[in-house]
């Protein structure tokens, strides 16, 4: 299995923002890189070239679960493992977000000293 080394995080909202890309980066020791829309992502995803991608679900304009669609679309991405980071975590909208292309989904709001394991445990059972 390939280690996990590089994140694209696409989230909205500057706060989580950085208390997310701080805890994977200090904590983790993860390269990770912001995306503040669905269409920022589209077009940094080819470059950075992630290992992995966390996406939110609500974000104004393309939502996660279009941007997981578009993302998908772009050659060389339809295998990366996403998981997506939200407060709608009921069941039946986890089922969604898996029978969308996701991995798993990670209930915000998220610890901190957490949020690394999650994400390796993630990392983990998309490639068991």
Not at 55 to 83: C, E, H, N, S, Y
Not at 87 to 96: G, L, T, W
Request: with cysteine; proline share 7%; charged share 20%.
């Amino acid at each position: 299995m390939k280690s996990l080394h590089k994140i694209l995080y696409v989230e909205d909202e500057p706060g989580i923002q950085t208390v997310a890309k701080l805890a994977l980066e200090m904590v983790g020791k993860f390269t990770v890189k912001l995306c503040s829309s669905g269409e920022e992502a589209l077009s940094e995803v080819a470059g950075f070239a992630p290992d992995m991608i966390l996406l939110d679900v609500m974000m104004p304009g393309m939502d996660g679960p279009d941007t997981l669609g578009r993302l998908r679309q772009i050659p060389g991405f339809a295998q990366v493992p996403v998981a997506f980071m939200t407060a709608k975590i009921q069941p039946h909208e986890v089922e969604y977000y898996k029978s969308l292309g996701a991995v798993d989904v990670i209930a915000k709001p998220f610890d901190p000293m957490q949020l690394s394991n999650q994400v390796r445990l993630i990392w983990e059972k998309a490639h068991a």
